[in-house]
């Protein structure tokens, strides 16, 4: 009886390191990603601010530069935009995962007291 429990003892716990691994992995993956898109986001303003620049130094009057102007920042919102969509997809992604993640650690915890119950009912008896 005593093997039995020790037996479960070394499954809960070699469960709960997988579970956290699988975590950890996921939260790496998750900054990485995060990370990615904020240097994409950086490099676009950096890129923006070089043709801003050259679109101030080759203009012939103001309308044309501020025509030009309208038209960076134009594009630099439509890629902040698109990025924010892309994060929140992803965002959502990352929430299905914990979710399942829960959704397993439940379902095993609950296996886990089926197996304590039935193996203390039998010590009882």
């Known amino acids: 009886m005593q093997k039995e429990f020790m037996d479960m003892v070394n ?3 070699e469960n709960m390191f997988a579970s956290a691994k699988r ?12 990370a990615a898109k904020q240097a994409e986001v ?6 923006s601010s070089a043709k801003q620049y050259e679109v101030l130094t080759t203009a012939k009057d103001y309308k044309e530069a501020l025509a030009a102007q309208n038209e960076l920042v134009k594009g630099c919102n439509e890629k902040i935009l698109a990025n924010i969509r892309e994060t929140a997809e992803m965002l959502a992604g990352v929430r299905d ?5 829960v959704e397993e650690a439940v379902k095993y915890t609950n296996d886990s007291v089926e197996k ?4 203390a009912t039998k010590k009882a008896a």
Request: charged share 20%.
């Open 42 to 47: 950086f490099n676009s303003c950096l890129e």
């Open 23 to 34: 975590l950890s992995d996921l939260n790496m993956v998750t900054f990485e990603k995060i």
């Open 11 to 13: 499954e809960f716990n």
């Open 97 to 101: 995962e914990w979710n399942g993640m």
């Open 116 to 119: 304590v119950s039935v193996l």
